[in-house]
């Protein structure tokens, strides 16, 4: 089966606006009743354009076999800003319009924090048990569940294997193994000054042991581990493992330079590797992915995906709560798989077909099985902010590590302050 070139990383963009709430909110709107919790009836699934394809299907089979609990798709944009402001717009007027409500991963706290969301507890609760563990943290605020994951995304370590015949076991390896590669670049990475620099920064702090913030989204980026991580990140693209030209990359930019044979290995979602695969492809036939690595084995990726939610004013909740249960039956996880839409059904990685058509899916579990959440925070963009302005600054200003992530505590510490 052809991979089919997915563009997942749509999922890992933040928009700007920041929501301003430290504490979970109080909803507004006729559907909030304790009736709408056991009330079926039609609902609407609203869902960024980029990746309803995947859903269409899915929709069309809940339609014909509920004909009485139809639900109607309600695309939004393509671009994670405008996605959002339509959500907020509906949410801030108390309207129910929209019953559930395919989530980035990291707006859940932000929503769940204002009182928009439906707790999945009592009669909306849900079993997660077969689901893997990472995207379940991400749907997760306060100890609570506020949705159901519907599939997820980790990065993988892509590599030419006529330049690099083996994983690399942990980061000293991977560095050893980039003094071998001549005439071209060894590594590339997003560390382009937006999110994807916010991903890469939490990836080697938590790979190194460390992290940003902790589970109350208290910074702890001054931490000795998430210095060290940081400082990791900073050597290797001074001394050149990484590539220089990688603080001008997205991730499309990545998939360029490893496409076209500039670089010998590379950070990226797993879309990466269909469009290797594809005719005029540098490396068609020549690639093999592992899971990222860190400090002292496989690494630890941060996470992307759609967690499904329920509009706190949904009135067929009942409904709405059965609709992102089916969205992760086998049937349906596997058509993602199928599609090069990371699902969130354990079980799916294991499948022998799904394994025999997409060669990365055992490294994907790997790496999803040891991923992280990005900070549960209801002011995440102001996080993201502090992460991308200082990390920027370590790695092309010359700002030491020490004083960068003491720049960055003040900055999420003050934008926690002004948001509560």
């Not at 014909?64 to 339509?86: C, F, I, W």
């Not at 249960?325 to 199928?338: D, G, L, M, R, T």
């Not at 899916?361 to 991923?371: D, F, G, I, V």
């Amino acid at each position: 089966m052809a991979l089919k070139r997915t563009k997942l990383v749509a999922t890992v963009a933040v928009a700007g606006m920041a929501l301003s709430s430290c504490s979970i909110g109080q909803p507004k709107g006729k559907g909030n009743t304790p009736e709408s919790q056991t009330a079926h009836g039609p609902i609407t699934f609203a869902m960024g354009k980029n990746d309803t394809d995947k859903l269409r299907p899915v929709i069309d089979k809940w339609n014909k076999q509920h004909p009485e609990e139809k639900v109607r798709l309600q695309e939004l944009a393509g671009e994670a800003d405008a996605q959002r402001d339509t959500l907020v717009q509906s949410l801030e007027s108390g309207s129910g319009d929209m019953d559930v409500m395919a989530l980035d991963v990291v707006w859940t706290a932000q929503f769940a924090a204002h009182g928009w969301l439906a707790p999945l507890e009592g009669q909306l609760h849900t079993d997660t048990s077969q689901l893997l563990k990472a995207p379940v943290e991400s749907a997760t605020y306060r100890d609570k569940l506020y949705a159901l994951p519907q599939n997820t995304n980790g990065q993988l370590l892509f590599r030419n294997k006529e330049l690099v015949r083996d994983a690399p076991k942990n980061w000293d390896d991977l560095k050893h193994k980039c003094t071998t590669i001549k005439n071209q670049d060894c590594l590339n990475m997003q560390l382009k000054q937006y999110e994807g620099l916010t991903v890469t920064t939490a990836s080697f702090m938590d790979g190194w042991g460390g992290s940003i913030a902790d589970e109350l989204a208290s910074p702890t980026v001054t931490k000795k581990e998430s210095q060290e991580g940081l400082q990791a990140l900073v050597d290797a693209y001074q001394d050149k493992t990484i590539a220089s030209s990688s603080t001008g990359s997205t991730e499309e930019e990545t998939n360029l330079a490893f496409t076209q044979g500039q670089s010998a290995m590379a950070v990226n979602w797993p879309y990466m590797y269909g469009s290797s695969q594809e005719d005029g492809s540098a490396v068609k036939d020549k690639v093999d992915v592992s899971p990222i690595v860190g400090k002292n084995g496989v690494g630890v990726s941060t996470l992307g995906g759609y967690n499904n939610a329920i509009n706190v004013n949904s009135e067929h909740k009942a409904t709405a709560k059965a609709f992102i249960e089916f969205i992760v039956n086998e049937e349906n996880q596997k058509s993602f798989a199928e599609a090069s839409f990371p699902p969130v059904l354990a079980s799916i990685y294991d499948d022998p077909q799904i394994q025999k058509d997409q060669p990365f899916m055992p490294a994907l579990k790997e790496t999803l099985e040891h991923a992280k959440p990005r900070p549960q925070s209801p002011t995440y963009d102001a996080v993201s902010k502090a992460v991308q302005d200082n990390a920027y600054a370590a790695l092309t200003e010359g700002r030491p590590v020490d004083q960068a992530t003491k720049d960055m505590d003040i900055a999420i510490k003050t934008a926690q302050g002004a948001e509560g």
